[in-house]
């Protein structure tokens, strides 16, 4: 199993540039989620999805989209990067219901720069 | 307003030491505590969790405490080897079908170095 797997996993922009990051998960989880991580800040939940076609905003979702139209898929769209978007961002996902929570399963980053 | 507070920020311990991480948390909606390590150049992953019905968890090495009324809890390394060196978060989600059930919201980290 390849698990979560983002791609690219470096990325230079520049300002106002648009770009895709691109997670896919081969667990057939539902739950998928975009964080970012800047440091001394830890990881930001940007958005996340609890199945295909439903997503909501997470705690800094203000520069970014996303969509779910399959299970496996889940990108996350800068439309106009700026330098404050600079920052390694992580995907993740697990399984959960309504009885239980699994732990989250990360990919490997990518580590975005706006210039 | 960081909803998951964490201290220090970073922590140099001797080996064989014990390492101390604290976490703090205001919302009464969390009721699930995960520590999460994460090594350079790698996405964080689980190392244990608690749930504020218990006041300890013990796994190896690795300790959870928790005080509820605190709304505090802790993560203790006994041994600290240097393969520990790694970056720590607490984190804290919410209760099936409340605030932050499906969200897990990460404190901002500790950046651990066992020395030799």
């Known amino acids: 199993n390849a698990g979560v797997t983002q791609t690219p996993k470096f990325r230079i922009l520049k300002i106002g540039q648009s770009m895709t990051l691109q997670c896919t998960q081969d667990?057939?989880?539902?739950?998928m989620y975009w964080y970012r991580q800047d440091p001394g800040m830890g990881l930001k939940l940007i958005y996340y999805?609890?199945?295909?076609?439903?997503?909501d905003k997470g705690e800094v979702p203000n520069g970014y989209n996303v969509s779910r139209s399959t299970t496996e898929d889940f990108p996350l769209r800068l439309e106009l990067a700026a330098p404050s978007q600079t920052s390694v961002y992580f995907c993740a996902s697990r399984r959960q219901g309504a009885q239980f929570k699994e732990k989250l399963f990360f990919g490997s980053g990518t580590q975005l720069s706006v210039l | 307003q960081q909803q998951v507070k964490q201290s220090p920020q970073s922590l140099i311990v001797q080996k064989g030491g014990i390492s101390i991480i604290n976490c703090a948390y205001e919302n009464t909606a969390f009721d699930y505590f995960p520590w999460y390590q994460q090594f350079p150049g790698k996405g964080p992953a689980l190392l244990i969790a608690i749930r504020p019905d218990v006041s300890e968890k013990k796994e190896g090495r690795f300790t959870i405490s928790f005080n509820k009324s605190a709304k505090q809890f802790s993560l203790h390394i006994m041994d600290s080897q240097p393969g520990d060196s790694a970056t720590y978060f607490c984190?804290?989600?919410?209760?099936?079908?409340?605030?932050?059930?499906?969200?897990?919201?990460f404190g901002p980290g500790t950046s651990l170095s066992v020395i030799p």
């Open positions: 984190a804290a989600e919410g209760a099936r079908g409340a605030l932050y059930n499906d969200k897990v919201i």
């Open positions: 999805s609890v199945g295909a076609g439903i997503t």
């Open positions: 667990m057939n989880h539902n739950y």
